[in-house]
């Protein structure tokens, strides 16, 4: 009876417990996020009895929830991205409607603009289209700041819907770590409370909803959550710990990182996806970004090409054209424009240039011209690029040549003053063109020549060579009445003066020329120089058999001095450091010295006994025997040994005492010839010593020579002419000169210093000075070359003399190695089309099939091309100036451009801008209009993919709730039918208790 018993009370038992979990699975039926609970029934181990085995009844083992792994990650991964689709529908589809709306969309406000635009370009005058003009210019630039402060408005709500969803993560991560901290206190998941594992699990889908999450679950049910697909990075709940997540905004770029840990520890989390913080960071990456990026380059192009067009026209008033659009300064173009003409009159319809069809013209077309800036390269580095040089040469680099020309650099529009100077090996020659093939200095090229240079990168395709301003210098024939010299160059310049007490600087005087240079060839071919190889200040000089020694030199420049206003001084000093003289007390060391003259031999100086005490010893020594070398010795203040020759003849060092050894040329040097001094008077009619006669002082050469002068017309015209009679070697005139005394008496002189004095008070005669208005041209003649100049000690430059007025090509031709260096004055700011504004030119045809490019003022030939008529495309493009002709030219028809500077009434610079319109303005060959359609067409279609990406995830997100409500969802039907078939066995098993108790009574009453 006790196991009947006993069984009928473990059924009640047992069952009780799972009509528990059945009444609990109905209470719940409406709970979110609960899992269905059921009592787990297990038998009890069977009792032997006797040879049997009888079963004792059943026990309720636990209360199992219904749980599937992967249908809770299913349905947080489909919740996820589901969510994730919420934002970029929604904010894709406000971006489209801002895009496509009449009032905030900007097709329609750069229709209305262009279409001004085309009014004033059709009736330039108008004061009407000018006004509207201005107003529509205004309007758009209002348009393009409001459609981006629209988007602005939309980013910033981005960026705080992520803050939010951050707060949120960092909410959720708290509470499942929470959750982990409890359900650490059982080490067994079958022994945690299903409500606990239940709310673990809400969290979870509540955190996918926010972010994509990857899981990992410990066998007691804690769980740690990462933001990646790593379990090692990216962790926001580490089992009991909850990490901090920051959302940081980049407002430069738009970014938007999540960061996690502290501040001097952050992981930065890239790649988030699903949730609401991925659907957010998808639109501002897929909409967003390229809807500002759009359209500021939209804005871009817009500000560029109006402005360019504006700027090639003029206004009403005669003024070039400025910007019509402005950007703010640190701002983006689209967040940033605005209009910055409001005055009608500034609008500039004009075009800067016009193309005037000549009267006598036989031909029928009619010329237009347009300014396209050209975009100028090579055929090598500018000058201020490779030779980094300001008044002074630079540092010499080496230029190599093989076969053909060696392009070293150009010179580029507006330099001034310049040079480039060259020590060329012999045979080879600088060779100055421009881009055009006009050939300006050097040596007559030859056909191949030619053509390998006109085939150099940067020179203008289609150039023909010209060699008719070949070495013109500054003649009448000058290319463009410029001034461009080869050969060696000197002239006066301003420098400072000082306080010679003070040291202050307290004016300027001017220098005079001076043209230094280095030692001299040691030997000459036979012949020398020939009759007319060097020009000096445009004189032919004679021939110069081969020289003995640089004195000879000297005099064959002093013979010509009365014609070239130049004389020539010649003076020997080798100087050798003191670094080059080895140990003095080396006994076996010597030293050879001889000059190159007539009665000088060799003398060896020979290091005595002991050595030498001194450099100053050595001195001594070379000086006893300077009668027999020609060379004398001193030492100069910082320890140099310097080697003379009173004549200036080469000297030649030998020997194994001095590390400096060969022969050393003498110098020359170039200075003006004449001396001037001057007096100054009121007037012509001066009256001098109250009319009576005076004496004038001429000193020469400082008193050797002194001559008394008397002036019996005591007037500045009779003090000329006192000057004049008495025949000293000078020459007076009268000179009106302006200043305060503007009459001068001029006096000019040989190159030797002289005086004129008087007793009279009040007349002073200035000290005589070099005539500092003399320029020393060394330059090339008939049969001259670079070689000529360098046995003289002189280097050979490309001068030019002012701005030049173009890109100038500098060359080197002939083979060999080379020394260039260069020097250039400050750098103007140069406006080539302000230049060619001011330079009118003429396109004159020869023939049908070719041209000429004439500067008009000068009648230099630019440029000289064929010209193809059947081209009816065919485009004269000059330094970018494009001339079209309506029609095919004729023989002598002619063509002038120039600045328009009368021509404020026309349309032409308002033409173009109108017909920026429909210009492809931007990348792909895309109009602006069409760039903005073509964007809101993108912004559309990810509105449209996300539309149908978010109904496909809904079936997905709705079947994977389905899947977790048939494992985990409470079914009342189900949970009634248990509830009755629970409820029948605990009745079964309560009466099995009965029937025992009633068998029991009965066997008490047993007697």
Do not use: C
Not at 432 to 451: F, I, K, M, N, Y
Not at 546 to 571: C, F, K
């Amino acid at each position: 009876m006790s196991d009947l018993l006993g069984l009928g009370s473990s059924g009640v038992l047992a069952y009780q417990r799972a009509l528990v979990a059945v009444s609990n699975n109905i209470a719940n039926v409406a709970t979110e996020g609960y899992s269905r609970q059921e009592a787990l029934l297990v038998s009890m181990p069977a009792r032997p009895v006797g040879t049997q085995s009888i079963g004792m009844g059943v026990v309720a083992q636990t209360v199992r929830r219904q749980y599937d792994e992967f249908v809770e990650s299913n349905l947080r991964q489909s919740s996820s991205n589901l969510t994730g689709q919420a934002p970029l529908v929604q904010y894709a589809s406000r971006v489209l409607d801002l895009m496509a709306g009449q009032q905030t969309g900007l097709v329609g406000a750069m229709a209305r603009f262009f279409d001004v635009a085309r009014d004033v370009a059709a009736d330039p005058a108008s004061p009407i289209a000018r006004a509207s003009f201005v107003v529509e210019a205004g309007t758009l630039a209002t348009s393009f700041r409001q459609f981006r402060g629209q988007i602005d408005d939309i980013d910033t709500e981005t960026r705080g819907g992520i803050d939010n969803a951050v707060d949120r993560i960092n909410t959720l991560a708290g509470q499942i770590a929470l959750v982990n901290r409890q359900l650490l206190k059982r080490t067994d998941l079958d022994r945690q409370p299903a409500e606990l594992l239940d709310h673990r699990d809400r969290l979870l889908r509540d955190l996918a909803e926010v972010v994509q999450i990857r899981t990992a679950f410990e066998t007691n049910g804690e769980v740690s959550v990462s933001l990646t697909d790593s379990m090692r990075t990216g962790l926001v709940v580490d089992r009991g710990r909850a990490i901090e997540a920051t959302a940081v905004h980049t407002p430069s770029t738009g970014r938007v990182e999540l960061q996690l840990g502290p501040r001097n520890g952050r992981e930065t989390v890239a790649g988030l996806t699903g949730g609401e913080i991925g659907g957010l960071l998808a639109f501002r990456e897929q909409v967003l970004a390229p809807t500002r990026q759009r359209l500021d380059q939209i804005t871009q192009a817009l500000v560029d090409g109006v402005n360019g067009a504006h700027r090639s026209g003029m206004d009403l008033l005669g003024h070039v054209g400025g910007d019509l659009f402005g950007i703010e300064a640190g701002r983006d173009p689209s967040a940033g424009i605005k209009a910055l003409v409001s005055d009608p009159n500034r609008i500039a319809a004009a075009g800067l240039f016009r193309a005037m069809t000549d009267p006598a013209n036989v031909g029928k077309a009619v010329a237009t011209v347009a300014y396209v800036p050209p975009v100028l390269e090579g055929p090598a580095l500018a000058l201020d690029e490779r030779f980094a040089s300001v008044g002074l040469p630079s540092s010499p680099q080496t230029v190599e040549i093989g076969l053909g020309q060696q392009p070293v650099t150009v010179i580029a529009a507006g330099l001034k003053d310049g040079v480039v100077y060259f020590d060329p090996a012999t045979g080879q020659w600088p060779q100055v063109l421009t881009r055009e093939g006009r050939h300006l200095l050097g040596s007559a090229l030859t056909v191949d020549q030619q053509r390998d240079v006109l085939a150099l990168p940067g020179m203008t395709p289609g150039s023909t060579y010209s060699a008719d301003y070949l070495n013109k210098g500054a003649s009448a024939d000058a290319y463009l009445d410029g001034d461009y010299f080869l050969g060696a160059l000197a002239r006066s310049a301003v420098v400072p003066s000082y306080d010679p007490k003070t040291g202050d600087e307290v004016g300027t005087v001017v220098a005079p020329a001076r043209l230094d240079g280095t030692p001299m060839a040691t030997s000459w071919p036979a012949g020398g120089i020939a009759a007319g190889a060097v020009v000096l200040n445009g004189t032919a000089m004679p021939a110069l058999t081969t020289p003995d020694s640089a004195a000879d030199v000297a005099a064959w420049i002093n013979a010509q001095r009365a014609q070239t206003g130049v004389a020539a001084t010649v003076a020997q000093s080798v100087r050798l450091p003191a670094g080059s003289v080895f140990a003095l007390n080396e006994v076996a060391s010597q030293v050879t010295l001889k000059a190159e003259g007539a009665g000088y031999t060799q003398a060896q100086i020979t290091t005595p006994d002991g050595g030498w005490k001194s450099v100053d010893d050595l001195a001594g020594a070379i000086n006893a025997q300077a009668p027999t070398s020609g060379v004398w010795a001193h030492v100069s203040i910082h320890g140099d040994l310097v080697l003379t020759n009173p004549e200036a003849a080469a000297v030649t060092v030998g020997g194994d005492l001095l590390a400096t050894r060969g022969t050393f040329g003498a110098t020359l040097t170039l200075a003006p010839a004449q001396r001037t001094s001057s007096a100054g008077f009121g007037s012509a009619a001066t009256v001098i010593n109250a009319g009576q006669p005076f004496d004038l002082v001429f000193d020469e050469a400082g008193g050797t020579s002194a001559t008394t002068i008397n002036v019996t017309d005591a007037t500045p015209a009779g003090v000329v002419s006192a000057i004049n009679a008495a025949n000293l070697g000078v020459t007076a005139q009268l000179v009106d000169g302006g200043g305060a005394l503007p009459w001068r008496v001029v006096v000019t002189g040989t190159d030797e210093a002289f005086t004129l004095s008087s007793a009279l008070p009040g007349l002073g005669w200035g000290a005589s000075s070099a005539d500092v208005g003399t320029e020393i041209r060394l330059g090339l003649g008939t049969g001259g070359s670079p070689d000529v100049l360098s046995r003289l000690g002189l280097r050979t430059g490309v001068h030019w003399l002012g701005e030049a007025p173009e890109d100038l090509v500098v060359l080197l031709s002939g083979e060999g190695r080379a020394q260039v260096s260069g020097a250039y004055q400050t750098q103007p700011a140069f406006d080539l089309r302000e230049s060619l504004r001011s330079a009118p030119v003429a396109v004159e045809f020869s023939s049908p099939t070719r041209y000429q490019v004439v500067d008009v003022a000068s009648g230099s030939v630019l440029a000289d091309r064929t010209y193809d008529p059947s081209d009816i495309s065919a485009v004269i493009d000059y330094r970018g100036l494009q001339l079209r002709l309506s029609k095919p030219p004729l023989a002598n028809d002619r063509f002038v451009i120039d600045g328009n500077r009368s021509g404020v009434g026309d349309n032409r610079a308002m033409q173009v801008l109108a017909g920026l319109g429909d210009a492809e303005l931007l990348s792909g060959r895309l109009t602006l209009q069409n760039a903005y359609l073509q964007h809101s067409s993108n912004v559309g279609n990810v509105a449209r993919q996300a539309t149908i990406a978010e109904e496909a995830l809904s079936v997905v997100y709705e079947q994977s709730v389905q899947l977790r409500e048939n494992v985990a969802g409470v079914n009342l039907d189900e949970e009634a039918a248990d509830l009755i078939r629970l409820q029948q066995a605990y009745q079964a098993s309560a009466r099995v208790m009965q029937t025992a108790t009633t068998m029991f009574d009965t066997l008490l009453q047993i007697r």
